[in-house]
């Protein structure tokens, strides 16, 4: 893929990733428990008044869930493969290009701000003054991970193939997303609910979850075939997974939240 409009605005590996695995990233990531978007919809206050703006909102995964609140929804996502499917999946929500540190909307123009499986590629500084120039006053932000679940072998081997490509770009458990917050004073106490799930996909789906990774999207041919090889590997050998028409793939749902002050 050439360098694009999208390259200059976005970490490189999201721009080039998710340009090239948007489908992926539809047939492989899981949903978002019903508990955690509920809690959510309730400690955001979101109904069929709201105005809602959700940032880095992909393919709509979470959007989706937000829609039948009624809410006035403004999806932000800057990568065209992506802003294509959420149009597609969601035809009810405005859907506008930009990014998290240049919102294209006016000031004081959302009731809440949601941000799913995207925040941790934000310049975090930047996106905080953002969404708190479009919030209302007594508004509140949201953010929610699905976050894999290492609590078997093969999912630590994943992992480790993750961390290969990714080299020292931004990772939700680095937490280095988390010190903005801390520094900030135009936000009060960052909250924190915890859930857990399981998403049961087949051997397809689950290649298609590993090729939906960004890092592992954006890798040279050779090297993402070598991922390739090293996942159908396990799939064929490890206990827990060979043989299998249905694999249960673990997650742990993390959900933040805070009031601008």
């Known amino acids: 893929m ?5 390259d200059r605005r976005v970490h490189a590996a999201a721009a080039r990733g998710f340009e090239a695995a ?6 492989g990531r899981p949903t978002y428990p019903d508990d955690s978007v509920a809690f959510l919809i309730r400690t955001l206050e979101i109904g069929e008044r709201t105005d809602v703006v959700e940032l880095g ?27 294509q499917a959420l149009e597609r999946n969601c035809p009810s929500v405005t859907v506008l290009d930009g990014i998290a540190e240049e919102i294209p ?7 809440a701000v949601v941000a799913a499986q995207a925040f941790h590629w934000f310049d975090a500084d930047r996106a905080l003054h953002e969404i708190h120039r479009v919030l209302r006053p007594d508004g509140a932000l949201g953010v929610i991970w699905n976050v894999r679940d290492e609590a078997t072998d093969w999912s630590e081997r994943l992992t480790a193939i993750f961390d290969r490509l990714s080299g020292d770009g931004p990772r939700y ?16 106490p960052l909250h924190h609910q915890l859930a857990y799930h399981v998403q049961k996909v087949t051997r397809e789906q689950f290649v298609d979850r590993v ?41 742990r749902t993390e959900v933040f939240w805070c009031a601008k002050l």
């Open 57 to 83: 909102a992909g393919t709509g995964k979470f959007t989706e869930l937000i829609v039948p609140t009624g809410a006035r929804i403004v999806a932000v996502e800057p990568v065209s493969a992506m802003r």
């Open 22 to 27: 948007a489908e992926r990233y539809e047939r």
């Open 2 to 6: 050439d360098v694009t409009r999208d």
């Open 173 to 188: 458990r680095d937490m280095r997303w988390r010190e903005a917050f801390t520094r900030t004073e135009l936000f009060g």
């Open 211 to 251: 090729l939906s990774v960004s890092y592992v999207a954006s890798a040279p041919d050779d090297e993402r075939e070598r991922v390739i090889a090293e996942v159908e590997e396990m799939l064929d050998s490890d206990p827990e997974l060979r043989g299998r028409d249905e694999i249960l793939m673990p997650y």
């Open 105 to 111: 909307l006016a000031e004081a123009s959302a009731d």
